[in-house]
Antibody
């Protein structure tokens, strides 16, 4: 069974950092591209970051570029999102999602999300 | 950036009725469009990809159509579990973007 589990969320002050983790199981992570998608409270979905299966290609939304860094450790079946210089508008549930093989960006398995709250 | 506009914002229907949701792109995405369902408190679920292909395990009452800039998600006969928020997503060009969502609620 495919499982995707995010962790690392919490309450931080503006300007602080946080590192999210995404543990995967039930599939070979090294064969899949992955996305991070977030959802502010009561709002819609916003794509945050993409990382290719090998980690060599990474894309970011303009809203997080230069502040967030996506990485992965395929040997540990894990994905990470390092978030620096956090702002109030980064407050959201952050989802880690597997990208459907061969599809480019469609997310076929999602975790339940981890809540990040940025507030003083 | 390609903007996806979904309509209507809210659709009020009864179980058994047909639901028709629209997603319009600000420029052509050819057929690179997906639909997701999100129930309250849950993660999104992929329903349709590449405009008209049902994802694994998705019931046949869900169907997608369209190409270019205009797309439709149709639920042929609403079941109680179908009342949720639906999002479209394009992967034609970076950044990938989502529509703002359509809420299907019980009338």
């Amino acid at each position: 069974e495919v499982q995707v589990v995010e962790s690392g969320g919490g309450l931080v002050q503006p300007g602080e950092s946080l590192r999210l983790s995404c543990a995967t199981s039930g599939f070979t992570l090294s064969s899949y591209n992955m996305n991070w998608v977030r959802q502010a409270p009561g709002k819609g979905l916003e794509w945050v970051s993409y990382i290719s299966s090998s980690g060599t290609v990474r894309y970011y939304a303009d809203s997080v570029k230069g502040r967030f860094t996506v990485s992965r450790d395929n040997a540990k079946n894990s994905l990470y999102l390092q978030m620096n210089s956090l702002r109030a508008e980064d407050t959201a549930v952050y989802y880690c999602a597997r990208i459907l093989s061969g599809s480019g960006s469609y997310c076929d398995y999602w975790g339940q999300g981890t809540l990040v709250t940025v507030s003083s | 950036e390609i903007v996806l506009t979904q309509s209507p914002a809210t659709l009020s229907l009864s179980p058994g009725e047909r639901a028709t949701l629209s997603c319009r792109a600000s420029q052509s995405v050819t057929s690179y469009l997906a639909w997701y369902q999100q129930r309250p408190g849950q993660a999104p679920r992929l329903l349709i990809y590449d405009a008209s292909n049902r994802a694994t395990g998705i019931p046949v009452r869900f169907s997608g159509s369209g190409s270019g800039t205009d797309f439709t998600l149709t639920i042929s006969s609403l079941e109680p579990e179908d009342f949720a928020v639906y999002y479209c997503q394009q992967r034609s060009s970076w950044p990938q973007t989502f529509g703002q969502g359509t809420k299907v609620e019980v009338k």
